[in-house]
């Protein structure tokens, strides 16, 4: 616990303030997902701080998956899994993201999954995810192979 002082109208007030640890590394316990990486931690991309919900959805995404080409179908799900159920490493406190190419490839090449989801090509910015030079963002690139 930490005690913080809280300067209000000239008078001192304290207040104690609990500060979280980072969350610790869980294993992935979605097949799908454990191909890639063995551990995750919330919250997601998406914001999500629950697994189970992670879960859930990325088990109805893998529905809609298994019904487009073969060729997207590896990097069209290690990048759901990334957002889903990011890749989590005791050495780093930042879940790793999907790199940006990975998903400009994804984009380009699974087209037909995210425009059976109701998305259009403008609904989706690769520029948020972190460019290769960083160690940290999840490549697949021998997926496109």
């Not at 990011?86 to 425009?115: D, G, I």
């Amino acid at each position: 616990m930490l005690k913080c002082q809280f300067f209000l109208l000239g008078k001192s007030e304290t207040s104690a303030v609990h500060i979280k640890p980072p969350p610790k590394c869980v294993p992935v316990k979605v097949k799908a997902c454990r191909h890639f990486y063995n551990h995750t931690r919330m919250p997601n991309f998406l914001d999500h701080r629950k697994l189970r919900l992670a879960k859930f959805s990325l088990h109805i995404l893998r529905g809609y998956i298994k019904r487009h080409v073969a060729s997207c179908r590896q990097p069209l799900t290690l990048f759901l899994c990334s957002l889903f159920l990011p890749k989590c490493t005791e050495e780093s406190n930042v879940p790793a993201l999907p790199c940006r190419r990975l998903c400009r490839r994804v984009k380009q090449h699974c087209k037909t999954f995210f425009l059976s989801l109701g998305f259009t090509k403008d609904d989706f910015n690769c520029n948020v995810f972190p460019r290769e030079k960083n160690q940290s963002c999840l490549k697949g690139i021998l997926l496109f192979n």
